[in-house]
């Protein structure tokens, strides 16, 4: 029986807020390059009047996935929490206007604090470093999941950034539940190294568990599996999960899936921004897999959607990815 949408993600519900910066304002505000590091309300205000102009743009790494999947024309919901104030409108808006559904009850405007905003400085080498305040997007609870949505999805993409919040795990515990028992399938993406050093525990249960398909780069995955040999690491995750998407920057893609191993090349882009090239490849994996595509042809959906992203400012494609991937043979 069909599904009312492919995918529903659930994850941060941020407005980004984009600026360009040299490598010396990272070090006078102790930013580390290309990680994203958590910040308080305080902090985002103090860095909000020192950097330069700014573009805002609504965000979230699993908001960007279901945003470009809808963006190519599949059924997608979203499940991430933000305040009943103007960045919250800001990020409702852009959203459904992608032609995803979202419907997460707002925070009241009452409540101190305010809409999550990730700062992503990018240097002048296209590489992103991000300041994160998480905002109300970090509470995420259980009765912010709708069991019947969850039921009516293909599959559920979690990202593993909402892993920081007091509730988040019991809220994605409960989002698995409904889908597994309706016949929906679990995607996990690891988004960030660090975040993987937070949570190892909880993502391997997860894997081990009930991932049916994982999402990863290269530091994500090494770091899951503590381990510096790339090949076991990929070896290790496909022991353990039925498909397995690993990027790697300008080496392009491998897919893994019941012994066998495929490579998705990267395809040649001048790096404006990094930000939202993963978010991008998952978006175009999940809908050309739910479209009934072979899995290597998945795998270079997803590196021809990334190489677009990367080529301009911010993480929502500019510009028609179906069109993109026919002149390219991919469909």
Request: hydrophobic fraction near 40%.
């Amino acid at each position: 029986m069909s599904k009312t949408f492919q995918v529903v993600g659930i994850g941060n519900a941020m407005v980004d807020v984009l600026s360009h910066c040299d490598e010396t304002f990272l070090a006078e505000h102790g930013i580390e390059k290309g990680i994203m590091q958590l910040i308080d309300m305080d902090h985002a205000r103090h860095l909000y009047d020192r950097i330069g102009p700014a573009q805002e743009i609504s965000g979230g790494s699993a908001a960007n996935t279901i945003a470009g999947i809808a963006h190519l024309g599949g059924r997608t919901a979203y499940v991430g929490k933000v305040k009943d104030d103007q960045l919250g409108a800001i990020f409702a808006h852009d959203l459904r206007a992608q032609g995803a559904q979202y419907d997460t009850p707002r925070a009241p405007a009452g409540m101190q604090e305010e809409t999550g905003r990730c700062f992503v400085l990018v240097t002048p080498d296209g590489e992103r470093s991000m300041n994160t305040y998480l905002g109300v997007t970090e509470f995420l609870r259980p009765s912010d999941i709708d069991e019947a949505l969850m039921a009516q999805a293909e599959w559920i993409y979690l990202e593993g950034y909402r892993f920081d919040g007091e509730e988040s795990h019991e809220a994605f515990a409960k989002a698995i539940s409904a889908a597994k028992a309706a016949g929906g399938k679990v995607a996990l993406t690891l988004s960030d190294p660090f975040c993987v050093e937070r949570h190892r525990d909880a993502f391997r249960r997860m894997i081990r568990e009930d991932v049916d398909l994982l999402f990863a780069n290269r530091a994500e995955i090494l770091s899951m599996y503590e381990t510096q040999d790339f090949g076991e690491a990929l070896s290790r995750a496909a022991a353990e999960i039925e498909i397995v998407a690993c990027t790697e920057s300008e080496h392009g893609a491998h897919v893994l899936s019941q012994g066998q191993r495929w490579h998705a090349p990267a395809l040649p882009t001048r790096v404006v921004d990094a930000t939202g090239a993963g978010d991008l490849f998952a978006g175009a994996f999940l809908w050309a897999l739910c479209e009934g595509y072979d899995l290597p042809s998945c795998g270079r959906m997803g590196c021809a959607a990334a190489s677009e992203i990367i080529s301009h400012i911010g993480a929502r494609p500019e510009a028609d990815l179906r069109q993109l991937f026919a002149a390219r043979g991919l469909v």
